[in-house]
């Protein structure tokens, strides 16, 4: 999958053309979807309101002439070799779509978040990307980012849970009770430190 079905080679020195245009979609539509350390601990399917972009039509790219790739020769002594790169200005489709002339659907798509996923990471929720013509949609990456908690953070693996304390609890014991992240109440205690 890395070389999108493509034998390795086949994609090293640019493949069969027919067989690049059969692998052509539209572009991957990059979102940040803020969490909160409930969602992350007990893991939870978030409704998410996604704003769809819709081209029914586009123009032929003008830099690669709609072929989606650049060939240069280039020449190494007696020997001349092609360097056959994908075009960046039409992203390898051959075509440039005009963000003018996109329409804007609003749809709801559901996001599963793992429980325990990383800050940071990404997830792909395949095939609902953006809409370019006839071109299969893309995907949506998915970056997750941690909501700021008052009572609670994260080091590494470890949930961090900070206690204030005044003097005298800190000298006599303390007896403290949270509501945990997955709902329940847990009790942080210390005992008298004078002997």
Do not use: A, D
């Given at each position: 999958e890395f070389f999108g079905g493509a034998h390795p080679f086949s994609a090293f020195f640019g493949g069969n053309p027919h067989q690049r245009n059969l692998q052509k979609k539209g572009k991957n539509k990059n979102i940040e979807l803020e969490v909160s350390?409930?969602?992350?601990?007990?893991?939870?399917t978030i409704n998410y309101?996604?704003?769809?972009?819709?081209?029914?039509?586009?123009?032929?790219?003008k830099h690669c002439d709609g072929?989606?790739?650049?060939?240069?020769?280039?020449?190494?002594?007696?020997?001349i070799t092609q360097n056959?790169?994908?075009?960046?200005?039409?992203s390898g489709n051959g075509d440039i779509y005009n963000e003018k002339f996109a329409n804007v659907k609003e749809q709801i798509i559901q996001i599963p978040i793992p429980r325990g996923i990383p800050n940071g990471h990404r997830l792909a929720i395949r095939g609902e990307g953006d809409l370019y013509g006839n071109?299969?949609?893309?995907d949506?990456?998915?970056?997750?980012?941690?909501?700021?908690?008052?009572?609670?953070?994260?080091s590494n693996f470890d949930i961090i849970y900070n206690i204030h304390l005044t003097f005298e609890e800190f000298l006599f014991g303390f007896e403290k009770s949270v509501k945990y992240l997955d709902g329940n109440d847990i009790t942080f205690y210390s005992e008298n430190i004078l002997f």
């Open positions: 350390l409930e969602e992350i601990f007990n893991g939870k309101r996604l704003l769809k972009k819709i081209w029914s039509s586009c123009e032929k790219c072929k989606g790739q650049k060939v240069e020769m280039i020449q190494m002594g007696p020997m056959i790169q994908q075009c960046h200005f039409c071109l299969p949609p893309g949506v990456i998915v970056t997750i980012k941690y909501k700021h908690h008052k009572n609670f953070s994260i």
